[in-house]
Each structure stands twice: as C-alpha cells, then as structure tokens.
Nanobody
Framework: QVQLVESGGGLVQAGGSLRLSCAAS????????MGWFRQAPGKERESVAA????????AYADSVKGRFTISRDNAQNTVYLQMNSLKPEDTAVYYC?????????????????WGQGTQVTVSS
C-alpha cells in the first residue's frame, strides 16, 4: 500500500514562494518517478512537474518553467516542489503522485497513486 501525504500549502502574496513536500510510504519510493499536478476551481487537473527515480531528469509545464523546481530525497521518501515568483493563476489544489515507471513523465494516466492534495492560494 502506497500512501502519499502533501504538506506546505497555504496563502501567499503574488511574487512570494512556497515549498510543497510529499512524504511517501513504502520501500519502493526510489524506484519510481514522481510528479506534481494541480487543479484549479472549474478547471481540469494539469501536470506541473515530474522527476525521474534518481532525480536526474525533470520535466515542467511551460507555465511554471523557470519558477518551480521539483526535487526528491530518496533517503527520506520525499519529493518537493519549490515554487517561486508565484502568480494568482497558480492558485489550485496541488497533488503529488507516484508513476508506474521510473522515467519522468507528465502523462497523468501513468500515475497510479495520488495524495489528497494541498491548497495553494496566491493573492494579487
């Protein structure tokens, strides 16, 4: 059983920063790619960032490139999303997920395990 628990969300002003964390249970964390996704009210869930099993490869949505950084600590079974220069349009519930593969992918259907989400609100 894989459990993912996100934390670090909150309310921040535009231009500010937040760091999201996702703690994973299970001994196979380091074998799989991880991803961050978000869903704003009234919108479909979208991919934000992904990282390979080793952390050596990452991928980002165009909307967050240069502002967000995904990283992982396999010793701590944790994946992070550092979010800088936040904009009101970044407001959403952010979810972390574990892929069924080891390579970084932005394709949502390749992720089989999902956390409960953490709210990020960016005020203008």
């Amino acid at each position: 059983q894989v459990q993912l628990v996100e934390s670090g969300g909150g309310l921040v002003q535009a231009g500010g920063s937040l760091r999201l964390s996702c703690a994973a249970s299970g001994r196979t964390f380091s074998s799989y790619a991880m991803g961050w996704f978000r869903q704003a009210p009234g919108k479909e869930r979208e991919s934000v960032a992904a990282i390979s099993w080793s952390g050596g490869n990452t991928a980002y949505a165009d909307s967050v490139k240069g502002r967000f950084t995904i990283s992982r600590d396999n010793a701590q079974n944790t994946v992070y999303l550092q979010m800088n220069s936040l904009k009101p349009e970044d407001t959403a519930v952010y979810y972390c997920a574990r892929s069924s593969h080891s390579t970084a992918t932005m394709t949502q259907y390749e992720y089989g395990y999902w956390g409960q989400g953490t709210q990020v609100t960016v005020s203008s």
